[in-house]
């Protein structure tokens, strides 16, 4: 079964510095890959996804994604961090043809002032 | 409307109780899924439905029973449930059956404590 591996359960990083979460997946054909943002007791929000367009994916909230077939991974980067964007993000894979998602462990992103 | 819409956001109830969960979609979507998940864990699958067939059962408890009456509803049924199930259940929905192509769009979960 395809998988995804988040480094680093928790990244802390400073108000206005740069916010980079790994996720690396498993898989010798390149899935649809996929950011989640969770807020505190909500649901999750999609924030990006690569279906095999454009390797460098922009999403919401200044975030944006490059997908590296060589590095088989998928890393979530911000330029300037806000207190806003202190959350847990999901890095999720699907296998092409399917319609399941799973879901890596999680990165709790803090932020301080 | 954009939503996926869960009720009740909070439940509590006992392990000899009767309860349902409710999943309300208005996108069209094709697919509706069932996850739970536990405190500092990700979502895990329970169930799949596409096409208002169930497709996907990831060998869940039978005191679990999902129902899918019509293309914009989704009820998962609890009965005889232990402690342990408690947790926050979320449903989500996607455009097409058979692909994720356009991602999910979650509801805020309905929090489940099993007294």
């Known amino acids: 079964a395809q998988s995804v591996t988040q480094l680093g359960s928790h990244v802390s990083v400073s108000e206005g510095a740069l916010v980079l979460l790994r996720c690396n997946y498993s898989?010798?054909?390149?899935?649809?890959l996929f950011w989640y943002v969770q807020y505190p007791n909500q649901g999750l929000q999609l924030l990006l996804k690569?279906?095999?367009?454009?390797?460098l994916v922009k999403g919401i909230n200044g975030f944006e994604a490059e997908f590296k077939k060589s590095e088989t991974s998928f890393h979530l980067t911000k330029p300037s961090a806000h207190m806003s964007d202190a959350a847990e993000y999901f890095c999720?894979?699907?296998?092409?043809?399917?319609?399941?998602?799973?879901f890596g462990k999680g990165t709790m992103l803090l932020v301080s002032p | 409307d954009t939503e996926v819409t869960q009720t009740p956001k909070h439940l509590v109830m006992g392990m000899t109780n009767k309860k349902s969960l409710k999943c309300e979609q208005h996108?069209?979507?094709?697919?509706m899924y069932w996850y739970k998940q536990k405190a500092k864990k990700p979502p895990e699958l329970m169930f799949v439905?596409?096409?208002?067939?169930?497709?996907i059962n990831e060998s869940v408890p039978s005191r679990f029973s999902p129902e899918c009456p019509n293309s914009s509803l989704l009820n998962l049924h609890l009965h005889a449930l232990q402690p342990e199930d408690s947790a926050l259940y979320l449903c989500?929905?996607?455009?097409?059956?058979?692909?994720?192509?356009?991602?999910?769009?979650f509801g805020s979960g309905t929090r489940l404590t099993v007294v």
């Open positions: 898989s010798s054909v390149p899935p649809y």
């Open positions: 439905y596409s096409y208002e067939k169930l497709s």
């Open positions: 690569y279906t095999s367009a454009a390797t």
């Open positions: 999720a894979v699907s296998p092409l043809g399917y319609s399941t998602l799973t």
């Open positions: 989500a929905s996607s455009q097409e059956a058979g692909t994720a192509n356009y991602g999910y769009t």
């Open positions: 996108m069209g979507h094709r697919a």
